[in-house]
């Protein structure tokens, strides 16, 4: 059974950080590209940021370039995105995903797996 599990979500001022994690099992991790999308109330789902396993290129959306860093532990089957400079705009659920293909797939919107995700909430 496929699981991506979210961790590390919360409550932050704006400026601050946050540091999500995504524990995968039941698939062949490293084949796979691991990258995070949000959904925030009355706004259309966003692809924030990709990570492909096989060389490690990364995939920002322009509304967190600069700000948010994704990284991968293979060793440990997970990935993390750190999130800095939060802003209020960045408030959503965050949700990990193995999307359809690789990276492209964020892009597009095309997702195999999707964990249950995980609140970000920034105060102004």
């Known amino acids: 059974e496929v699981q991506l599990v979210e961790s590390g979500g919360g409550l932050v001022q704006a400026g601050g950080s946050l540091r999500l994690s995504c524990a995968a099992s039941?698939?062949?991790?490293?084949?796979?590209?691991i990258g995070w999308f949000r959904q925030a109330p009355g706004k259309e789902r966003e692809g924030v940021s990709c990570i492909w396993r096989s060389d490690g290129r990364t995939y920002y959306a322009d509304s967190v370039k600069g700000r948010f860093a994704i990284s991968s532990d293979n060793a440990k089957n997970t990935v993390y995105l750190q999130m800095n400079s939060l802003k209020p705009e960045d408030t959503a659920v965050y949700y990990c995903?193995?999307?359809?293909?690789?990276?492209?797939?964020?892009?597009?919107?095309?997702?195999?797996?999707w964990g249950q995700g995980t609140q970000v909430t920034v105060s102004a």
């Open positions: 995903t193995a999307p359809h293909g690789d990276c492209s797939g964020l892009i597009t919107g095309e997702y195999d797996y």
């Open positions: 039941g698939f062949a991790f490293g084949g796979y590209a």
